[in-house]
């Protein structure tokens, strides 16, 4: 069958744009850091607890840790996410054109902005 599966308005477009993208790569990016940062989190949580011998407190310690770092990360990626689409937004509407460039543009700003805050 060469029919399309869906019913789109008239002019609309059939992919999606960038504001649309957004919101799954803002959240996608929360997630996958969540999940880095627990798995990271355990694992630091297991190493410096080796010493301990399993217990409320050595789990409470792990579980500490898996939050902490999980929190951490989600936090992070979401950010970095946040950056990225927002001047990819901007960028696109500015210049009016969906293309490779705004892509490379949107990625130069937010390592530039989140570099620009860290020391030497």
């Known amino acids: 069958q060469d029919t399309d599966e869906f019913i789109l308005p008239t002019g609309a477009n059939k992919t999606r744009g960038r504001f649309e993208l957004a919101f ?16 990271n989190g355990l694992r630091l949580g297991l190493k410096e607890t080796q010493n301990m011998a399993w217990s409320k ?22 950010s970095l996410a946040l950056l990225y689409s927002a001047f990819g937004v901007v960028i696109e509407k500015t210049r009016g054109a969906e293309d490779d460039l705004n892509t490379i543009a949107a990625g130069t700003l937010t390592g530039m902005l989140y570099k620009s805050t860290g020391k030497v």
């Open 24 to 39: 799954f790569t803002i959240g996608g990016c929360c997630m996958t850091g969540a999940a880095f940062g627990a798995l």
């Open 57 to 78: 407190p050595r789990n409470v310690q792990i579980l500490n840790m898996v939050t902490r770092q999980g929190a951490l990360w989600a936090n992070t990626l979401g």
